[in-house]
């Protein structure tokens, strides 16, 4: 036998063996019981697991139990089978429950709108547990399906809804623990006011680029809130004059702001918080900043560690009665005088004297100062705090005894 002979031989033989080992594969899926191969075909991406279907007749329906349904569209040109395709899924889905639904779509018009709140509505009936979605809409309002609203296996909502979202008379989310609002255009004052007070048991909220230009004043209040999250964009703002948001937060131990303090924040009965971002520019009216910051810092009562921008410091500084030859904030904040033991100033180019006179209280043990402090002029603090230099970070800590 020639060499090429001896080569098609070896190569026939090699398919035979992996041809084998595939069938013994195979036949070694086929005898497993029916509760792990659900459990297998859950963790691939959705189209995977319905593509399971086509293996043999076992499997033809085994995926229309899978818990979890995740659905991104992707080229326009297969929108309508992308629509279909979800429409498909959730007729076909048996009568178990559907843990967790993922939905990223485009709503371009009104058909789209009812399709949408259609499959929203399925999650529901399937007692659906997580729900997050995306919702690029062309219209200037949207509104999900009541039932959302009150669902009692909820206990995690996340979406995106870059317009004014209409809300329905009656939210109460008994078990929703974790709630993320992302590019929503509140309403009304009394509508956006029953979804934050419909909450009674949500731990972690964050409000991320949303639009407050329609409302006067709205608290938030839920017991068991341990973490807030605010992130506001300045191009979402026109309103001079704001939107009052009260919270209300005796649970609460973080609490972060990113933004230009369009709004006038203000915490009561914080006496759990620990630990507080404040990151901002202020690129509104100096005095306008002044009493929103001197607000918002006059709620932080028991706050120990407390990390600022160099624009949350300015706005500490036009808080400082100019006045006052002392440069100090009058009354000062209960957290200078009591429980703040860490200040962390980032993002600064230059820090002097009467930026950082009013932040250090009684009870301070550590300022530390973070990305490229290129000057420091302290000369209040000689004696009380010494400095410590390693690359581009700056500490000034109380010296002991």
Known sequence: MDESGLNQSSKKHKLNEEQGIVDGNTKCLENLPEEILRYIISLLPTNDAVRTSILCKRWEYLWTSIPNLGFKIGSKAKRKLFMNFVERVLLLHDSSDIKQFILYCDVLHD?????????????????????????????????????????????????????????????????????????????????????????????????????????????????????????????NSNDEDGCQVMIFGPGLKTFTYYGPLCNDYCLYNSCSLERVVINFDPRKTARQVAYRMYRLLSGLSTVKKLKLSSGAVEGIDLSVNCKNADAILDPVPPCFLSHLRCIKVYCCAEVQNQLLHPLVGQVLEVLSFRFSCLFLNLPFLAGRLRVHCSGITSTLMRPEG
């Open 111 to 235: 058909g789209d709108a009812s399709r949408i709140k259609a499959w929203i509505s399925s999650a529901v009936r399937h007692n659906v547990q997580e729900l997050v979605f995306k919702l690029n809409i062309s219209e200037e309002q949207f509104s999900l399906p009541h039932c959302l609203f009150t669902c009692v296996t909820l206990t995690k909502l996340r979406f995106y809804i870059p317009c004014v979202l209409k809300l329905p008379p009656t939210i109460y989310f008994t078990n929703l623990k974790i709630l993320s609002v992302r590019n929503v255009t509140f309403s009304d004052d009394h509508s956006t006011q029953k979804l934050f007070s419909g909450l009674p048991v949500l731990e972690e909220m964050f409000l991320v680029d949303c639009i407050w230009v329609n409302l006067t004043a709205v608290s938030i209040s839920s017991p068991k809130l341990h973490c807030l999250v605010i992130i506001d964009d300045e191009e």
